[in-house]
């Protein structure tokens, strides 16, 4: 229900951006979030969006240089991601949850559906 695409073979410095098309889903009433796991490493959240695209969230690690966004007419969340370093070199999921669900974003059981991932890869 959740498809990514985007992800590839960057320099250090370069620019990425990610899409995650959602299926059967009333995307409306999802938070949809993006997560990211690197080999050997537990997965860990990157960012998130309401419904709204009112309110967003990122980890300390991406701040001020990762943007998500969504377009509800689409179905889709997109991650821009810019000024890219080797330690973003991860497998980059997206996800959904009901936007009435209370945890903290970062929780990764919390979230509900997961797209298959697409990998990034940061060459220095």
């Known amino acids: 229900q959740l498809q990514a695409f985007g992800g590839g073979l960057v320099q250090v410095g370069g620019s990425l951006g990610l899409s995650c098309a959602a299926s059967?889903?009333?995307?409306?009433?999802?938070?949809m979030g993006w997560f990211r796991q690197a080999p050997g490493k537990e997965r860990e959240f990157v960012s998130s969006?309401?419904?709204?695209?009112?309110?967003?969230w990122y980890a300390d690690s991406v701040k001020g240089r990762v943007t998500i966004s969504r377009d509800n007419s689409k179905e889709t969340v997109f991650l821009q991601m810019n000024s890219l370093k080797p330690e973003d070199t991860a497998v980059y999921y997206c996800?959904?949850?009901?936007?009435?669900?209370?945890?903290?974003?970062?929780?990764?059981?919390?979230?509900?559906?997961w797209g298959q991932g697409t990998q990034v890869t940061v060459s220095s």
């Open positions: 059967g889903l009333t995307f409306g009433n999802y938070i």
């Open positions: 996800a959904a949850r009901n936007r009435l669900i209370s945890a903290t974003m970062t929780s990764v059981p919390s979230w509900t559906y």
């Open positions: 969006i309401t419904w709204s695209g009112s309110s967003t």
